[in-house]
Structure formats: structure tokens, C-alpha cells
């Protein structure tokens, strides 16, 4: 399980035209390791978000708030990642996707059946039904794609979701791109929401998906 969370400080500046700024603390179970300061007054503890790779604990994060980067836990330290731009895309939540994979072995015909149960899925919420019927649960294992709710600077202010490749973040080598074109978030749903998992297998990694559109009544156009 995570041991990992954050909690923030708004920091207001001695200069009042500029913005306050956030003190991100970082604490394993309740030990502080580290701190950051955002460069913006909000959004400051859903742009931490720790995962693991092969062991080790990793958390992408937003210190300056149109660039992502990635950070090795426990000792905080930045690897890499993107860097400020005026232009860039500016995160206001992350989220990895996190699975257990429960098996069951047929003794009569040898087979052995596997379901990928996430986090955010009903199947979580029937966990004890599948272990009655003889599953045995792996380890929590997080997916290598990450997503990203946020807006470019001066676009119509909307929570877009991109797409993050964490293959290579252990070496701080993260990449981004929006795959699924025009994606607004729905409106007070957070991203966990909005990616269902249910359907998602290796060699078939579908996800159902909950998007906002505006469409024209009359002719059934979209809008925007």
C-alpha cells in the first residue's frame, strides 16, 4: 500500500500583485521527508501523486505548475521530466492506475484464471465475493500510463486528460500526449472517476471512459 501523502500550506507573498505560492510537506505514515514549494496557490496535494516500479517508489509532481516532473521517494529527489513553459500544460491532478491481478487454479482441467481487478472498478467492491470463490489476490501493482486532468494557459479553462508514459521513469524520462483527442473532464469528477477499468486486460487495454460534450439539440452536432 501507498505510504506516502502530502499535506499543504499556502504561502502568501510580502509583494501583494504577486500570488501566493504552496508549501508542499511530503511524510512516510506520519515522518516528514521533504518539502517543495508550488508556484501556485492551489491544486497542490492532487499534483502528488506517488506509484511504484519494481520496488521503488516514485511520484510525479507539479512544482511549477505548466510542467510535470518525476521525484524518487523516500528521498524526494528530482529525476526529471518536463520543463517550465509559458506554453505548457498546466496539471491540476494526477492519476496512476493501480491493479491486483486474483487467480484461480482449476485442479480438474488445469486451467488458471486471471482477473485484473483495479482500484477504481466495482470489482473492488467485490473483492470477498471473488475470494470465496477460490481467488488468491497478487501484489498492488501500478500501470506504466499515468493520466493528467488540466488546461493549457488561456484555452477555455476546461480540465482537458492527457496521457503520461512512465516506461522510463525511473531514469526521470516521463513523456505526455493527448491521445484521445479533445478529452474534457466532466465537471466535480475527479479522474479515478472517470476511467473504468473493468474491461482492462494486457493484451486488450480498454478503458470506459466518462467525457463532457456539448451538443447542438437541433442537429446533434457537437458544440465543443
Same mark, same amino acid.
Given at each position: ?45 492532487? /499534483? ?12 510525479? *509532481?507539479?512544482?511549477? #505548475?505548466?510542467? /510535470? ?22 496539471? &491540476?491532478?494526477? #492519476? ?19 482477473? *485484473? ?19 488468491? =489476490?497478487?501484489?498492488?501493482? *501500478? ?8 488546461? #493549457? ?7 482537458? &486528460? ?17 491521445? =484521445?483527442? *479533445? ?39 457537437? &458544440?465543443?
Amino acid at each position: 500500500m501507498n505510504p506516502f501523502h502530502v499535506t499543504t500550506e499556502i504561502m502568501p507573498n510580502s509583494d501583494p500583485k504577486v500570488l501566493p505560492t504552496t508549501l508542499v510537506s511530503i511524510y512516510i505514515d506520519e515522518q516528514f521527508i521533504g518539502s517543495y514549494e508550488r508556484d501556485y496557490s492551489a491544486y497542490g496535494a492532487s /499534483t502528488f501523486i506517488p506509484f511504484e516500479q519494481n520496488g521503488q517508489w516514485y511520484a510525479l *509532481y507539479s512544482a511549477d #505548475y505548466t510542467a /510535470t516532473r518525476v521525484m524518487s521517494l523516500p528521498d524526494c529527489r528530482d529525476l526529471g521530466g518536463e520543463e517550465q513553459s509559458s506554453l505548457g500544460f498546466c496539471p &491540476v491532478e494526477y #492519476y496512476v492506475p493501480r491493479y491486483r491481478i486474483a487467480s484461480r487454479h482449476n485442479i480438474e482441467t488445469g486451467a488458471t484464471t486471471e482477473i *485484473y481487478e483495479f482500484d477504481n472498478a466495482d470489482r473492488f467492491e467485490r473483492s470477498t465475493a471473488v475470494e470465496d470463490q477460490g481467488y488468491k =489476490f497478487g501484489p498492488w501493482q *501500478y500501470l506504466r500510463t499515468a493520466l493528467v486532468a488540466g488546461c #493549457y494557459w488561456g484555452d477555455d479553462s476546461s480540465w482537458k &486528460v492527457e496521457v503520461i508514459d512512465l516506461s522510463q521513469a525511473a531514469v526521470g524520462v516521463i513523456t505526455r500526449d493527448h491521445r =484521445f483527442g *479533445y478529452f474534457m473532464l466532466p465537471d466535480n469528477r475527479a479522474l479515478r472517476d472517470t476511467f473504468d477499468f473493468s474491461d482492462w486486460h494486457p493484451d486488450s487495454p480498454t478503458v470506459i471512459v466518462v467525457r463532457q460534450e456539448w451538443l447542438d439539440l437541433a442537429t446533434g452536432e457537437r &458544440v465543443h
